[in-house]
């Protein structure tokens, strides 16, 4: 049986850090409104014209075509400053390598550990 899907995103008002957490098999809806939250909170930022991001996923199996779509046009926002990607299993490493490739972001990385993902969002 597939986990519902469940999000949440919030401001690391220490670090300045958008912190996005992702549970359950994400669907196509479930992409322009994770976009929509974050956008909010990019403007609540201090500096929202250097954006930093940190994706943490639990048990997420695949990623929808459209979802995908969504994610590239959201990487190749100017003001995405560095994106931080942990908690993936192979499939979907491999999708984020894909992404990281056809947008042409070099401050993308996927971690293991979150601390290190923060570590290097705050270099």
Known sequence: MEQDFV???????????????????????????????????????????KVKILAVFFNIKKIPP?????FITDLKRENLYKVAFVGFNYYVAALIYFFILITNKKKVRIFSLEQEAIEWLNK
């Open 7 to 49: 999000f949440d995103i919030k401001i690391d008002e220490e670090n300045q850090i958008i912190r996005q957490y992702f549970s359950g098999q994400i669907k196509d809806e479930d992409a322009i409104e994770i976009s929509k939250n974050t956008e909010e909170l990019v403007e609540k930022l201090k500096n929202p014209h």
């Open 66 to 70: 459209k979802v995908r779509k969504q």
